[in-house]
């Protein structure tokens, strides 16, 4: 028989529209599975109970006088939305992963958290992530290690691992995530989800956490494709004063229409090696890409196997934006020595870099931009999409990526594990993970898609043809 957390997102919504279903029942129903597995999957830092049952007596009343007076309801109203511990939401402790900040309580909403709240879902909580968002796995001083549902004894993935654990796992129908290298697609690879970061400026990042680097933006993890994209829809928007603005879908559109729509036939770039000196790529995760490559010759696209060359200028480019945004988080006074050993790392290396050096490796990261939307992808003539592995290899076990004794061992243990996924926060294009494929451990392994500046809309028609073909909702992990 089948359970509440076994519907989509989109399904809860309608029942909830249609009166089938209280928003209340269904916040009960996620407390209750969150009581019960989340000393195991680590997906929260923080439980909002008390405001999730008034969130949900508020959208329960809202949705009985919808049907009422004939009135529309947002699509998802009265769905739990938790909401990843880096972003703020006014009243609730927000530690991004740090004891520095374990008694931090902001006093605003991000623009992301406001606007799942005029969306009228659900807050169930913050979830996991690790300090600062710095690494790709989810381990911090404050909460147990966010597992995968698939097998606990490995990671989640990094930084949103605390939303992919709590979706994966049923504990939360879809989450709010954010991604600055990766964070949305790796853990969606590791829990089998589909994630999606979306273009540069395409969500704000305001009113006080503004990344000017470009590099973060928040966005949806959800078991399919329809799910994350009206997630996409109520965050998507940008407000004044935001450093970037992505182009907008035409009037009318939103990008939920997008899963409906026929993507034709796209040529599309299949990159397998990774572009770094020594970083071998996992056969699970090749044989992942092979198989894509298969099936998208079977929908009538026409992939391209591409080499780029190996060049790590980039890489080191990114290391230096990135240790520059570390040095730049507000940590209070005698907060520093309570900091993890990457995170001081980081922050030192930071400290070091010149004001013209991190304007340089800022202006490598836009001529790359150009360089793609130009060369490899001008619309009409070029690549539709990019095909690659998501990461090198399957999800690690817990701790095998941390190297507190050695941090700057650490770091470049996190840059070989993924290879791929920062290239497009230094573009700003917009990529997607799927999960189309489970090793012979049973373990899920996601394959990413990229496209142009702006073009979510082709990633999320093709992503839900190829959910089509060959779905993955069904695949439940043993906790479910």
Known sequence: MAELHDLTALEQAEEIRSGELSPVELTEHYLTRIDRLDDTLGAFLTRTPAIARKQAAEAE?????????????????????????????????????????????????????????????????????????????????LAPPARTPWDPTRSAG???????????????????????????????????????????????????????????????????????????????????????????????ETFAGQVRRDPGSLRIAVLARAPLPDVEVHPDCRTAVDETV???????????????????????????????????RPVPPGGEELLMPLTRYLRARGRDVSGTAFGSSLYAFRALAQTLADELMPPGTGYDVILS?????????????????????????????????????????????????????????GVMLAGRYGDEATLIALSAQLEAARPWAHRKPPVW
Not at 72 to 95: E, F, I, W
Not at 194 to 220: A, C, E, N, Q, Y
Not at 435 to 442: R, S
């Open 61 to 141: 009343s809202e949705a009985v006088a919808a049907r009422r007076d004939g009135r529309a309801l947002p699509p998802l109203h009265g769905v739990p939305v938790p909401v990843k511990d880096l972003n703020q939401v006014a009243g609730v402790r927000c530690t991004m992963g740090s004891a520095a900040l374990a008694d931090h309580v902001p006093d605003v909403d991000d623009h992301v958290a406001a606007a799942l709240r005029r969306a009228g879902t659900v807050l169930l909580g913050k979830t996991n992530t690790p300090e600062f968002g710095l690494p790709c796995y989810t381990e911090n001083a």
């Open 294 to 328: 298969t099936l998208l010759g079977e929908l009538g696209h026409r992939p391209e196997e591409l080499s780029f060359p190996v060049d790590d200028r980039i890489l080191h480019a990114f290391t230096r934006v990135w240790s520059v945004m570390a040095a730049n």
């Open 158 to 252: 990094g930084s949103s691992g605390g939303a992919a654990a709590a979706v994966a796992g049923g504990l939360a129908p879809l989450a709010h995530a954010s991604d600055g290298g990766g964070s949305i697609r790796i853990p969606a690879s590791a829990c089998g989800l589909f994630g999606i970061k979306p273009s540069r400026g395409r969500v704000s990042g305001g009113p006080v956490l503004h990344d000017v680097t470009g590099l973060s933006t928040s966005g949806p993890l959800a078991r399919t494709v329809a799910d994350a994209a009206a997630l996409l829809d109520v965050m998507a928007g940008t407000r004044p004063g935001d450093p970037y603005a992505a182009p907008s879908l035409p009037p009318g």
């Open 389 to 445: 592995p998501t990461v090198a290899a399957p999800p690690p076990l817990v701790g095998a990526l941390r190297d507190d004794a050695d941090p700057q061992a650490e770091f470049a243990a996190i840059g070989r594990f993924t290879p791929f996924t920062a290239f497009y926060n230094a573009t700003g294009q917009p990529a997607v993970s799927v999960p189309l494929h489970w090793n012979a451990e049973g373990l899920p392994i």
